[in-house]
């Protein structure tokens, strides 16, 4: 089954302390991206990724960190989270190329993260 | 999960009817919509998309109408059921080119 899965589902976290959400996909696509979400202000890409080894920063980067050293996996990284990161995060994924259908995305089930 | 619905415009319509929820894009330059379905818990799904070369797209009881002029994007789906109560985003970019950029989206609630 075609899919994009982030883990964990839930987290809750302290201030300060890094973590990292993780964030496959098995459609073989190049391009991935990275959402918070938060009420009243709709999804806000945060980085995003045209393929291996090339990331670029979205809306809203600052205290975030990504890499996307293969194809299928792109972490979303907070090195020293802060109160106002707690959000709904969301991977997605689509087929960067020509043709029709080529910017559809897929998206991941959300992370709930909490920073105390 | 349900927060992200606070604060939306909502549309409230009765099982059986037909809906008609509506999306004012950004960028003159856009020239590729799309909309997303994201129900309670879940992830934005993909439900229709449309390219500017066309004004109008169906699909199985939803139809997606492009008002380039005007920079209008609506989402028609007919015979409202249950099942179709989310929150409807619409999102725009030049095809290809540049990242997604998302509405700040509809709460469609279905009186049974």
């Known amino acids: 089954e075609a899919q994009v899965t982030q883990n964990p589902r839930y987290l809750i976290t302290v201030t300060g302390k890094k973590l990292t959400v993780t964030c496959s996909q098995n459609?073989?696509?190049?391009?991935m991206s990275w959402y918070r979400q938060d009420p009243g202000l709709g999804l806000r890409q945060i980085y995003y990724?045209?393929?291996?080894?090339?990331?670029d920063k979205g809306d809203v980067p600052e205290g975030y960190k990504v890499s996307r050293k293969e194809k299928r996996n792109f972490p979303l990284i907070l090195e020293s989270p802060s109160p106002n990161q707690t959000s709904l995060y969301f991977c997605?994924?689509?087929?960067?190329?020509?043709?029709?259908?080529?910017?559809?995305?897929?998206f991941g089930q959300g992370t709930r993260l909490t920073v105390v | 999960g349900e927060s992200v619905g606070l604060h939306l415009p909502t549309l409230s319509v009765q099982e059986g009817d037909n809906s008609i929820i509506n999306c004012a894009y950004s960028n003159s330059a856009s020239d590729y919509f799309i909309w997303y379905k994201q129900e309670s818990g879940k992830g934005p799904q993909f439900i229709i998309d449309i390219r500017s070369n066309m004004d109008k797209r169906q699909g199985q009881r939803v139809t997606v109408l492009l008002n380039k002029t005007v920079k209008h994007l609506s989402l028609q789906i007919a015979a409202t059921q249950p099942g179709d109560s989310a929150v409807y985003f619409c999102?725009?970019?030049?095809?290809?080119?540049?990242?997604?950029?998302f509405g700040k989206g509809t709460r469609l609630s279905v009186i049974a």
């Open positions: 990724s045209m393929n291996v080894e090339v990331t």
């Open positions: 997605a994924s689509s087929l960067r190329g020509r043709g029709p259908m080529n910017t559809e995305a897929f």
């Open positions: 459609m073989n696509h190049e391009y």
């Open positions: 999102a725009e970019n030049i095809e290809g080119n540049t990242p997604l950029v």
